[in-house]
């Protein structure tokens, strides 16, 4: 970006929790604090007081209009094939579409288990304890979704009234302590592990192979920053 002229400063990057890490999902102080989010301001990447990009900017970063390519993953997914972005991850992974297939299919494939876990015995269990738990604290929800679909709709209903955001921190936190009491994050989790053997034999070789990439991409990034 420098060469084509323009200053480029990337936004705060937080790494997500560990899907075993169950104390860093449930994140009980963010919800005493601010429930769910759901009536706090919508927060951008980047500076809060960032200026609109300079005319030619974004070409710079994501390439001319038009210049997107298919990359062959479930959801068409599009993916820029010029621009700084596009040349960063040819230098780290050797081509735009492999980034692509790095980023998105294990993602896919994850949240694909994810959905499988929550119909297996364990999780099941697990989220009728969760439902008692809430039960004795007032709260009647069928599932930790439920609870946040409802506060979402109750906001926009009524908005960020003193007494919604008393419920929302109310609801949000119970439903964190519950779901910590019977360890429903954790339970979601080991279904979804146990439910790996269940992915084909070309879903698993492909996953290994998007794995091997990912790691030698790793490695060249820490090669430019020095580390």
Not at 56 to 78: E, H, M, N, Q, W
Not at 139 to 166: N, V, Y
Not at 195 to 220: F, I, N
Request: aromatic share 6%.
């Amino acid at each position: 970006m420098t060469a084509r002229g323009f200053a480029y400063r990337a936004g705060p990057a937080r790494l997500p929790a560990a899907p075993d890490d169950e104390p860093a999902l449930i994140d009980l102080a963010r919800r005493q604090a601010d429930g769910y989010g759901v009536a706090s301001p919508k927060k951008t990447a980047g500076p809060p007081s960032s200026p609109d990009p300079p005319p030619g900017y974004d070409s710079a970063l994501f390439g001319p209009p038009g210049t997107k390519v298919g990359t062959g993953i479930g959801g068409g997914y599009r993916v820029p094939s010029q621009g700084c972005e596009a040349d960063s991850r040819r230098a780290l992974i050797g081509d735009v579409v492999r980034w692509a297939q790095i980023t998105y299919v294990p993602e896919q494939l994850a949240n694909r288990l994810a959905d499988q876990a929550r119909t297996t015995p364990a999780y099941l269990g697990a989220l009728a304890a969760w439902r008692s738990c809430m039960a004795g604290r007032g709260f009647s929800f069928a599932t930790p979704d439920a609870a946040h679909d409802a506060l979402s709709a109750e906001f926009a209903r009524e908005g960020a009234t003193a007494g919604f955001r008393q419920r929302e921190v109310s609801v949000a936190s119970a439903d964190g302590e519950c779901s910590a009491e019977v360890h429903l994050p954790l339970t979601a989790a080991r279904a979804a592990r146990e439910l790996v053997g269940s992915l084909s034999p070309d879903e698993r070789s492909s996953l290994a192979g998007l794995a091997a990439d990912r790691d030698a991409a790793v490695e060249r990034a820490h090669g430019v920053l020095g580390k």
